[in-house]
């Protein structure tokens, strides 16, 4: 089992920067695996939920085009962590944002219960 805790979402104003973190822990022996893959999430009022961006253990990330050279998602190995720095941010940046892990090749087997995002502008 993983479970999987956020924090960093709050009110800034158009233009500004948040980082998101979230932090993974659990037990077993598939822990590793099911942590394969970290992701964030969001989901705006009336939308579905979308795939920000992605990172693997070995540093291999993925964006949408949204977000391409504003976001930058990284992850500590060691700590279990991934971060989601948010640079440049626009009113439709605006969202829950959550955090989920899966192992590799696999949609999210695990999220986080989502922080929120505003953006003013």
């Known amino acids: 089992q993983v479970q999987l805790v956020e924090s960093g979402g709050g009110l800034v104003q158009a233009g500004g920067s948040l980082r998101l973190s979230c932090a993974a822990s659990?037990?077993?022996?598939?822990?590793?695996?099911?942590?394969?893959?970290m992701a964030w999430y969001r989901q705006a009022p009336g939308k579905q939920r979308e795939l920000v961006a992605s990172?693997?253990?070995?540093?291999?990330?993925n964006y949408a085009d949204s977000v391409k050279g504003r976001f930058t998602i990284s992850r500590d190995n060691a700590k279990n962590t991934v971060y989601l720095q948010m640079n440049g941010l626009k009113p439709e940046d605006a969202a829950v944002y959550y955090c989920?892990?899966?192992?590799?090749?696999?949609?999210?087997?695990?999220w986080g219960q989502g922080t929120q995002v505003t953006v003013s502008s």
């Open positions: 989920a892990a899966g192992p590799p090749g696999y949609s999210p087997s695990y």
């Open positions: 659990g037990t077993g022996t598939l822990f590793t695996l099911n942590v394969g893959v």
């Open positions: 990172i693997t253990r070995g540093g291999t990330t």
